[in-house]
């Protein structure tokens, strides 16, 4: 893989695993049992730079390419699965969508704040338990200058401490307020089967920035997940939520166009998780491996755990090409970066939970203790899985391309 990087980048990884072993290892497994979310951490990181990765260095961003981010959040992941998610979706989902769509005044209103770290973005754009289904987008209707939002978003990372929402909503008019902000059926909102009167009456994709105290937001409650414990995970909801129209984002649009760079932005960060839980479960596995059992022998002498690890290996190797495939993609501005990215989130979240629950096995009746470390790997990596949306859902996408013959 080295050969694959420049020398800026391969730096850039050696600090992040440095950063990532004196600041987030230590404590992840407290951070994971009492579900406390990593605030010192993310300051010291942002204190570093990490939180603006690869935003522009006008606005006080490092400047970075996908692929060196993608190395960095690795490595993060490494150190605090959980800390990872919640910097990957704050610098390469929220920001990166600021600097790509939004206004001059609201890049200059919110962007140097979010990249120094004074303030946090977080992603509400779909529900993880919408199994197999596209991102479903909250309602809003225009009301004057002021759009108003209604909604409910599940299991958000980093929602307990987020200072900014990145919202995707269909928006209607001021006309037919009253009817769009009655919540509509999962069938009518993907517009299969949608009624005339809906149809009627014209709906648009927009992404939206809600900042935390804006009339009408709730947070939570919302019960930790079983997996990054310590992500700051929680509900949100827009009960009638008042957003100024000059918060809207993303200019009009069709629904792929709009939330399809999001996406693919958030598997990225994702897969790049999903890759440092799996070389951290991996690592753990070996060296359990040079260990003796209670008979003695090396727990690596056997065959079965050989072949074991030589499967790790391969799923972690190819998740790692998966994973850079799909930043190269990025940087390069490939059409097919939404593709390479999914792929790379499916791939590498699957093998991530193959890994970590292989890990489990080599290390026996140990590999169940709660404080033993390994099953926090086992946990974490599941929720590769889920998010932004299910592995199913990422499925479809590959396949209506393929099918489509659509990037």
Request: net charge neutral.
């Amino acid at each position: 893989m080295e050969s694959l990087l420049s020398a800026s980048q391969i730096r850039l990884r050696q600090e992040a695993r440095s950063l990532a072993e004196s600041l987030l290892r230590e404590g992840a497994e407290g951070r994971d049992r009492s579900a406390a979310f990593p605030s010192e951490e993310i300051r010291a990181l942002a204190r570093r730079g990490y939180l603006g990765m690869t935003g522009d260095p006008s606005h006080g961003g490092q400047g970075w390419d996908r692929l060196a981010a993608s190395l960095v959040l690795i490595e993060l992941a490494r150190g605090c699965a959980s800390t990872a998610l919640v910097v990957g979706f704050h610098a390469l989902v929220v920001c990166e969508a600021i600097s790509r769509s939004a206004s001059s005044a609201l890049k200059s209103r919110h962007l140097p704040s979010l990249i120094r770290g004074e303030s946090l973005g977080a992603l509400a754009m779909s529900d993880p338990s919408a199994l197999g289904a596209p991102p479903d987008p909250a309602t809003a209707w225009t009301e004057g200058d002021r759009l108003i939002l209604r909604g409910s978003r599940e299991s958000v990372p980093g929602a307990t401490a987020a200072d900014l929402f990145l919202v995707y909503a269909q928006v209607g008019s001021e006309q037919d307020g009253g009817d769009a902000g009655v919540p509509r059926t999962r069938r009518e909102t993907t517009g299969v089967g949608a009624s005339s009167a809906a149809d009627a009456s014209p709906r648009r994709r927009a992404l939206l920035l809600v900042p935390r105290g804006t009339p009408g937001l709730r947070i939570g409650p919302g019960s930790p997940p079983f997996g990054v414990r310590a992500a700051g995970v929680a509900d949100v909801r827009f009960d009638e939520c008042v957003v100024p129209s000059d918060q809207e984002l993303a200019p009009p649009g069709e629904p792929r166009a709009v939330s399809g760079p999001i996406l693919a932005d958030a598997d990225l960060v994702v897969a790049s998780q999903a890759v440092g839980i799996a070389e951290e479960a991996f690592e753990k596995a070996v060296v359990r491996t040079k260990e003796r059992d209670a008979s003695g022998a090396h727990v690596g002498s056997r065959q079965s755990i050989q072949w074991k690890l030589a499967d790790m290996q391969v799923l972690l190797d190819a998740a790692r090409l998966f994973c850079l495939r799909a930043a190269i993609a990025a940087d390069r501005g490939e059409a097919g970066y939404a593709r390479e990215a999914a792929q790379a989130k499916c791939f590498a979240g699957r093998a991530a939970a193959r890994i970590a629950d292989e890990a489990v096995q080599v290390f026996g009746s140990a590999g169940a203790i709660a404080d033993g470390g390994i099953e926090r790997h086992w946990r974490d990596a599941k929720t590769t899985e889920l998010n932004p949306t299910s592995r199913e859902a990422a499925l479809l996408s590959m396949a209506r391309s393929l099918l489509g013959g659509g990037s």
